[in-house]
């Protein structure tokens, strides 16, 4: 893990060996080659996976989570009889005794964001990444993909947060019970020419050919959820307006957490989760 000076170049190492099996499943891609064999269709899964999660957004976002699920769970404490009831099973395993007036006085300071607070630990990044590569890398081979190719007169662009991972059915879920669902469907631009979708239908995967509409969409969605850079093949004023505007107008694109999220029973603490 990155604390250990040994172990940085090994991760390193792992998405080099990941990055080199996509490149030649991203240049067939490109070249409008839908026809991948089973193993390079599961190797680039895993690379657009990575993409989805290896980003400045992915870091902040599981950050500010963590940060939140600890301070959510301060605030649980503070409910009439939650901190004895902490306090009692605390003793019960330790054997020692618990100053609640203290533990009390620093969760009020936590919960009142007196206490700055920082999540500083690089191995949890990075184990929140694999876990989510692994996950979405699996579930994205698993789809039926479609290789569709933008006008000439309308290229894709791409941006800092590039993978769209979209799952209506788990939004409904709520944080607490947030699990991925037969919804979940993605796209990821591959060129100015070419972006690669998946979803959960019957069928092979194909190539199709996108409408001037489709990758206007599809470019607004990359001008909306790009956490600061957008990038384009072309020089243009008017998108420039446009990323201008949407970023100056939209709300925080790391989201607040809903009041309710992360409370949790003394004798059954939740964990925290992140979907990207």
């Known amino acids: 893990m990155p604390e250990l000076p040994d172990h940085q170049d090994d991760i390193e190492a792992a998405f080099s060996k990941l990055e080199t099996a996509a490149a030649s499943r991203l240049e067939k891609l490109r070249s409008g080659d839908i026809n991948l064999t089973a193993q390079e269709k599961a190797e680039f899964a895993w690379f657009v996976a990575a993409s989805a999660v290896r980003t ?43 100053d609640t007036a203290s533990v009390r006085e620093f969760a009020e300071k936590v919960v009142k964001k007196e206490i700055e607070m920082t999540q500083e630990s690089k191995a949890w990044n990075i184990k929140q990444m694999f876990d989510h590569i692994a996950d979405f890398g699996e579930r994205f081979a698993k ?32 944080p607490e019970k947030y699990r991925p669902t037969s919804g979940l469907r993605f796209g990821f ?15 092979a995967d194909q190539r199709l050919k996108a409408s001037t509409q489709c990758v206007q969409v599809f470019n607004s969605s990359q001008v909306s959820r790009a956490y600061v850079e957008v990038y384009a093949s072309f020089k243009s004023m008017e998108l420039q307006a446009e990323i201008d505007k949407v970023h100056k107008e939209r709300p ?6 809903p009041a309710d999220y992360s409370r949790f029973d003394a004798e059954e603490p939740t964990r925290p989760r992140s979907s990207p």
């Open 56 to 98: 400045p957004f992915f870091r902040d976002l599981t950050n500010t989570i963590a940060l939140e699920h600890h301070r959510k769970r301060m605030e649980t404490l503070l409910e009439p009889g939650m901190m004895e009831k902490a306090a009692t099973k605390l003793e019960a395993q330790t054997g020692g005794s618990v």
């Open 143 to 174: 789809m039926r993909w479609g290789l569709l190719e933008a006008p000439d007169d309308t290229p894709l662009i791409t941006s800092d947060n590039p993978v769209i991972v979209l799952d209506d059915n788990a939004k409904k879920l709520g």
């Open 189 to 203: 631009p591959l060129s100015p020419k070419f972006a690669l979708s998946g979803e959960y239908v019957n069928g």
């Open 252 to 257: 925080s694109v790391i989201p607040n957490l």
